[in-house]
């Protein structure tokens, strides 16, 4: 008896599968986030609609509300792409090693290279007043803990003898705001790039910290032999009878 005939191919589904998907749909929210980013940051929140984010994707204003709700709910989305950057830096410097002041280096200049991105210069340059009040709250808890992680840094240095006795939460407040600025003042356009800026300020910001480095300012250097001619002027004339040899 003959064996019944292969069964023709399926046709091709005309769906994708859902993790194609998926994917797409979060390459497109990110397309939405990074034209809307630019935008806030260049006009500010209010000033900025979303006609002219969907302008800047081609796309039509109801096609964005496929992916937001509303212009707050990406406003957040923004600051929270920002937000992730720096607890995925954090969580690398954790999972490595090093003594506090190691941890600490490496977090400024992580930091500071984040405040030249747009994601980034989002943390400090959005009102969180704008945020509905549960991502506002959502918003201030992730700024204290990075204030939090930039403390135990400094205290784990204290500790292990990388940086010299100081005040942590002092110490923390300095470096943080003077990095946070960098989102307010970086262009790209400039003529140093991030990674410039991120050497310089880790340098700037923590070599004041360094115990090493308190250790050789407070070394005497030798003093000048004191002879009887140490004290004429380089003119060679002998001084006066007022001045004593």
């Not at 406003?75 to 929270?80: D, I």
């Not at 292990?160 to 003042?185: E, M, Q, T, V």
């Amino acid at each position: 008896m003959d064996s019944a005939p292969p069964a023709p191919p399926s046709s091709p589904s005309p769906w994708l599968p859902f993790e194609s998907r998926r994917r797409a749909r979060d390459e497109k929210r990110e397309a939405v986030l990074r034209a809307a980013v630019q935008l806030f940051l260049e006009q500010g929140y209010h000033r900025a609609t979303l006609n002219e984010v969907a302008d800047r994707l081609n796309i039509t204003k109801p096609a964005l509300y496929n992916y937001f709700r509303g212009k707050d709910e990406i406003l957040f989305e923004c600051w929270s792409m920002g937000a992730e950057l720096v607890d995925g830096v954090i969580t690398e410097i954790n999972a490595g090693g090093g003594s506090g002041l190691a941890k600490l280096r490496k977090l400024v200049h992580a930091y500071a290279t984040l405040m030249a991105t747009d994601f980034g210069a989002s943390l400090v340059r959005f009102d969180l007043r704008d945020l509905a009040e549960r991502n506002a709250g959502v918003a201030r808890a992730a700024k204290r803990r990075i204030d939090a992680t930039f403390r135990r840094y400094i205290t784990a240095g204290i500790a292990d003898g990388s940086i010299r006795p100081c005040d942590p939460k002092l110490a923390a407040f300095a470096i943080a705001g003077s990095l946070n600025w960098i989102g307010h003042w970086y262009r790209r356009e400039g003529k140093l790039s991030p990674t410039a800026i991120a050497d310089e300020f880790t340098v700037r910001l923590t070599d004041g910290l360094a115990a090493e480095v308190r250790l050789q300012m407070t070394k005497k250097t030798p003093r000048a032999p004191q002879g009887r001619n140490s004290g004429r002027k380089a003119t060679g004339k002998k001084r006066t009878g007022g001045e004593t040899g």
